[in-house]
């Protein structure tokens, strides 16, 4: 008879070739912590209901801990023809305990088995990520903080549009950071169902006590319908989209890192120890930390993609497709992770060259939006300002200068009676200082965000 947990109706072996192209154990052995828990608090209930004696669930979880205590030391020898770590676990519980070990898959499937541990593993996934978020916002609140009155060009179509606070710079990432924790947070509402209890995929008919594994496990609520969990995905691709959001956040920042780090920008002092030199050019200081972090956001949406093409078009409830999940998900949890980890330490110890940017900052007709609203606010019609500015502004541009430099008289035509309270409207710093806007760069805005900020990651 065949070795399998399944061997009852079989007769030969499985072609070897079978074994190693079907096995998962390669990747899913990192679920064995939560395999092992998974199955503690399925054997004490069993013992509640009677379908165990307490001291076999007593004898189960005690073998089980020693049987992960094995794999954490390294011990537990791995074959593609056990599949996958749950019949890994299982085989080695009845390699210990004989019948008593044959007991414990009562009333469960690998397929309601598998979700659960991986429901386990993510939830954790979630909480490890939450607190690298958290990191990677602390770093931009830090330099929000060291940078506070800095003035930087903000940027539409990458040309100069308005200026913008250093600050204010450094908290628009803290935002992107957040929601992404948001979205983690929400997701978790959905991980954190239990799917254990509803075996294959029709449940079962011995009196199994769901809500006390639910309880025992953590989790919210019971999954509904057995059927539905049996195939359902829909947390894991969620769950991987919100790394690939993560990914695309950091990606955008690395890509415009890399732009500001150029001899072109210059706005950047990157810390050595995040940077890398060239085996030919010895002047090189190369962000390669930053590029990378850039090119992993395609494995993490490729990732993605993967999960979404993998379920589109399976049929209730269980596919053995669905095994390939893992690679997908690891790989997504891990590249997000790693790139996180360096982000933290690369944004706090980055400087920006404030000589470099106040020396360009009049370039660029950073205040001429601005010049425009005092138009407006002295009574033009939005479009006649507009156009009137653009007229300025064209003027200057012959003339290589910047509407500061241009006397008061140029004004009048379009602003008449505007005399010099013009000027206060004109160059960089008294156009951030006119911003007045709930959420805008205005100074006092930016540093109330700021307080706010600091006390709800401190606090
Ligand atoms: N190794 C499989 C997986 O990870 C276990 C599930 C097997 N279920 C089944 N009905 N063959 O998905």
Known sequence: MSQKTWGGRFSGDTDARVEAFTESISIDKRLYRHDIIASQAHARMLAEVGLLAPEEADRIAATLDEIGAEIEAGKMEYRIALEDIHTHIERALIARLGDVGRKLHTARSRNDQVITDVKLWVRDAIDDLDGLLADVQKSFIGSAEREEGVMLPGYTHLQRAQPVLAAHYFLAYVEKFQRDRERLADCRKRVNVLPLGTAALAGSSLPIDRE????????????????????????????????????????????????????????????????????????????DVLELTRGKAGRVIGSLQQLLILVKGLPLAYNRDLQEDKWSLFDAFDTVAGCLSVA????????????????????????ATTLMEFFIAHGVP????????????????????????????????ACPGSGDRIRSVLGV????????????????EVERQLREWKSRIEG
């Not at 710093?429 to 006092?444: E, M, Q």
């Open 212 to 287: 006390s594994v639910r309880a025992k496990l953590g989790f919210d609520s019971v999954a509904r319908n057995s059927l539905d969990v049996s195939s359902d995905r829909d947390f894991l691709i969620e769950f991987v989209f919100d790394l690939s959001m993560i990914a695309i956040h950091l990606s955008g920042w690395a890509e415009e890192w890399v732009i500001w780090s150029t001899t072109e920008f210059n706005f950047l002092e990157l810390p050595d120890a995040f940077c890398t030199g060239s085996s030919i050019m010895p002047h090189k200081k190369n962000p």
């Open 382 to 413: 939005m479009r006649s300002a507009h156009e009137a500015v653009g007229r300025l502004v064209k003027k200057c541009e012959e003339g290589r200068t910047r509407l500061a430099d241009l006397p008061t008289a140029a004004f009048e035509e």
């Open 344 to 367: 933290a330490p690369l944004v706090a110890q980055t400087k920006l060259r404030r000589e470099v940017i106040a020396g360009r900052l009049e370039d660029g007709f950073l205040d």
């Open 429 to 444: 710093a008294n156009a951030v200082a006119a911003f007045k806007s709930y959420g805008s760069t205005a100074p006092s």
